[in-house]
Antibody, heavy 116, light 111 residues
């Protein structure tokens, strides 16, 4: 079972860039898609995007213009950058791994609040 | 791409069975056998409960089962227990440039 742990600032100012990192262990980097998912307070889940070990990325079309996901194989971590944030981007951000079309391991989640 | 439609809440007594529906379109639920279900308790990360429509991960009770008909997937919990009280989300692979879409979520209350 893969273990994942998110880290990053809990407060980001409007119009700035949200940056989070997910450290993982317990699984082969080439066996999974490395994914970000978010959940606004009191609301449902939203898939943000994923990166594969080959470097292939795919993003939610509604966020695509603002999202970048990258992978650092040497450090066993992947990162999320979301630019030009607004209050609507306030959410708990989860990193997850999926060997196929289901997310079988999740980080504990980290709350990011967008506020001045 | 709109979220998959789930009932907002379902309530039932212990020992009974409930079924949660998840309705999408032919582009997501109906077009792929890649529906998964997640159980989420307050303050915790979602936990994979069913994958590929009807498969259970190791360690998940056999009281949980999944199925699909057309554009609607379903999660059934039999022999309802207090520990099953949680929010449940479906998710479907959608292909194209959408990839994954989640359901609106269902709050299950054990009376």
């Amino acid at each position: 079972q893969v273990q994942l742990q998110e880290s990053g600032p809990g407060l980001v100012k409007p119009s700035e860039t949200l940056s989070l990192t997910c450290a993982f262990s317990g699984g082969s980097i080439s066996s999974y898609y490395w994914t970000w998912i978010r959940q606004p307070p009191g609301k449902g889940l939203e898939w943000i995007g994923y990166i594969y070990y080959s470097g292939t990325t795919n993003y939610n079309p509604t966020l695509k213009s603002r999202v970048t996901i990258s992978l650092d194989s040497s450090k066993l971590q992947f990162s999320l950058k979301l630019s030009s944030v607004t209050a609507a981007d306030t959410a708990v951000y989860y990193c997850a791994s999926n060997p196929g079309a289901s997310f079988n391991s999740w980080g504990q989640g980290t709350l990011v609040t967008v506020s001045s | 791409q709109s979220a998959l439609t789930q009932p907002a809440s379902v309530s039932e007594s212990p020992g009974q069975s409930i079924t949660i529906s998840c309705t999408g379109t032919s582009s997501d639920v109906g077009g792929h056998n890649s529906v998964s279900w997640y159980q989420q308790t307050p303050g915790k990360a979602p936990k994979l409960t069913i994958y590929d429509v009807n498969k259970r991960p190791s360690g998940v009770s056999d009281r949980f089962s999944g199925s699909k008909s057309g554009n609607t997937a379903s999660l059934t919990i039999s022999g309802l227990q207090a520990e099953d009280e949680a929010d449940y989300y479906c998710c479907s692979y959608a292909g194209g440039n959408i990839f994954y879409v989640f359901g609106t979520g269902t709050k299950v209350t054990v009376l």
